[in-house]
């Protein structure tokens, strides 16, 4: 089973950015289109990136313009650099395949506080 760890969470203020990383533990990581998730308190997880295998990214509108995923199949690693954070971005963020195939890594909080 794929172990999936992410860091980079953190403490932020209004406006402020943070890059959050997502490290995979086995090279099939490279076959997969991988998304960043999110989870509010109260809330359903919900996606905020996709990018697929040959590097195409969408997201919703609630971040886009903000947030950029990026990935490095070398490393097996995808990013999540965000922007212009606001207070509604806080939650727990996590990382999966885009169709939510691996089990969930423990998440890595971001909170957006003044």
């Known amino acids: 089973q794929v172990q999936l760890v992410e860091s980079g969470g953190g403490l932020v203020q209004p406006g402020g950015s943070l890059k959050l990383s997502c490290a995979a533990s086995?090279?099939?990581?490279?076959?997969?289109?991988m998304g960043w998730y999110r989870q509010a308190p109260g809330e359903q997880r919900e996606l905020v990136a996709l990018?697929?295998?040959?590097?195409?990214?969408s997201y919703p509108d609630s971040v886009k313009g903000r947030f950029t995923i990026s990935r490095d199949n070398a490393k097996n690693t995808v990013y999540l650099q965000m922007n212009s954070l606001k207070p509604e971005d806080t939650a727990v963020y996590y990382c999966?395949?885009?169709?939510?195939?691996?089990?969930w890594g423990q998440g890595t909080q971001v909170t957006v506080s003044s």
């Open positions: 990018i697929t295998r040959g590097g195409s990214t």
């Open positions: 999966n395949t885009a169709l939510r195939q691996w089990s």
């Open positions: 086995a090279s099939i990581f490279s076959g997969y289109a």
